[in-house]
């Protein structure tokens, strides 16, 4: 497709319980980046991977988050052992190259409920 | 540390010009931008900034950076029923790859 997609769009799971988001990004993007955006908060950053690099975990809140990006292309955010608190629209970006020119281009998120 | 603060609510009238403010603190901010979310929609990159400039000047928008006050406006002309939506200001600091956002600006044009 022509834009970054995102499944599910909506996700209800049970507190305690383990959930996958997935993001495909733009062919051809290098970087790709994990936002998270609660009601009432601006977005925050969670993680960017870069190529063949070290990804930039230092946005992850806690230990259950991780994320992996296969091949250079699809990611997946993981969250282990839900909390009510991780209710929240995750977003996910991806561009071009990590210049400041480069634009980031959003999905259309998942929205994590956790009851 | 790093902050971008908004106000959260814009109420103009069709046709005329809105004017959505954003400060930030970090002086060693790059490039500032202005996304824009409308309902059940991603979030779409405006217009960006460098931060050696005070304008930049697209269509209908215009933005305006003060660089001492570290004061970033966002100017819309004639605004329309189809601006209405909520706009982030999000700033780039040094080599950081990561932004730092505001709230963001919820603006409703009201015909």
């Known amino acids: 497709g022509a834009g970054v997609s995102q499944s599910p769009s909506n996700k209800v799971t049970e507190k305690g319980k383990d959930v996958e988001l997935r993001c495909d990004p733009i062919?051809?993007?290098?970087?790709l980046y994990w936002y998270r955006q609660s009601l009432g908060q601006g977005l925050e950053f969670l993680i960017y991977?870069?190529?063949?690099?070290?990804?930039?975990k230092s946005g992850l809140p806690s230990d259950r988050f991780s994320a992996e990006r296969t091949g250079g292309s699809v990611s997946t955010l993981t969250i282990q052992r839900t909390q009510q608190e991780d209710s929240a629209v995750y977003l996910c970006?991806?561009?071009?190259?990590?210049?400041?020119?480069?634009?980031?281009?959003f999905g259309p998120g998942t929205r994590l409920t956790v009851l | 540390g790093e902050d971008v603060e908004q106000s959260l609510f814009l109420s103009v009238r069709e046709g005329d010009s809105s004017v959505i403010n954003c400060t930030y603190t970090d002086s060693s901010s790059t490039y500032l931008y202005w996304y824009k979310q409308e309902p059940g929609a991603g979030l779409q990159l405006l217009t960006y900034i460098f931060s050696n400039m005070d304008m930049k000047q697209d269509q209908r928008l215009t933005v305006l950076l003060n660089k001492k006050d570290k004061h970033l406006s966002l100017r819309i002309a004639d605004t329309q029923t189809g601006d209405s939506a909520i706009y982030f200001c999000?700033?780039?600091?040094?080599?950081?790859?990561?932004?730092?956002w505001g709230l963001g600006t919820s603006l409703a044009v009201n015909p």
């Open positions: 970006a991806s561009s071009l190259g990590t210049s400041g020119t480069d634009t980031q281009y």
């Open positions: 991977f870069q190529g063949n690099s070290a990804p930039d």
């Open positions: 999000a700033e780039r600091t040094g080599n950081n790859r990561k932004l730092i």
């Open positions: 062919s051809g993007h290098t970087a």
